[in-house]
């Protein structure tokens, strides 16, 4: 992740811990009392680090005259292939299901899905309770983050810090209203919650654009870089905290984790360490919601007899997750981004096209 020719190396490695968070949250049939009870607000600090990120990435660009086109070019390249693949493997599972006459499931609705998802749309639903992206739940945030994208390239030249300051204001008090209505923070998977999730996204996003515009270029250097990831675990393995701990969290806490993320940068070693977490969470938050259901069907097939045999099972396929991951980001994701650059991108685009994660 690079920005001011700076690595932001701690901001990789809270990426990273984030996304292993929530895909422990995502998975309490697997890991049981292990689960971390508030990662879902692991969403609000991605939606955070991209405004920070792509800010630092792109403004002096978008002030060169990148167009809104461009912008939202590369930002669709550097998302669809994981995307893509993971819907894919969403496909297969629904597919599944659709044999054994488990679930609700129809071909039309299968197909609909996949169509809408490949094209990083979300999927039309007859009631509110429909997911976003009925293939792969975790996508609506994509979706929604690209949305804000757009809006925040066609119209970064009027947001200034002042406009930018308004829209936090009046995002954060909506936050509050809105979650105070649906029960906590946790929005935006469903459509009769997409409109909590657009909110979400709008208060992070600009926050971290305005967090980023603050950062007065000081760097501190060493183990103290290890204080952020660190302070976000228990953020989001709180057991229940409940609507107010969400505010404070979304609204404070993590915005804060994010600020001293930028300022402090670790050593070699844990630097390769940072580096790696943010080099698969992409990946890792991408996959692992239709991958993890299928590991569920085959575990309870041949473990089901013994509680101890099927958590170690679940905890062993979460873990292998992080190298296939790394393996598929290498193998697979870059070098299909690249051939889309070189397909897709004029030559002054292609050198500008992201080299690594703005979000998960």
Known sequence: MRGDKRVFLTLDGLRGIAAIMIVLFHSPALVGHLRPQSAYLSVDLFFALSGCVLEASYRDRLAAG????????IRCIRLWPMFALSLLVGLAFALV???HGVGDETPWGIAAALLTGLVLLPTPAMSGKGWVVPLNAAGWSLILELVVNL????FWRHLTNRLLSGIVVAAGLALMAMSTHHGGIDMGSTWGSIAGGLVRVTYSFALGVLILRAYDGRVWTGWASA???LALIPILAMNRGGLWFDLVAALVLLPLIVWAGLRLEPGPWLGKLFRWGGLVSYALYALHGPVLKFARLEIVRHVEHSREAFL???LLVIAALLPICALLDRWYDAPLRRRLNATLLRPRERSIAEPAMSLP
């Open 312 to 314: 170690i099972a679940g």
């Open 66 to 73: 990148l167009s809104t086109r461009e912008f939202m070019l």
């Open 97 to 99: 299901r659709l044999w």
């Open 151 to 154: 809006l925040y390239a066609r």
């Open 227 to 229: 204080i952020p990831p």
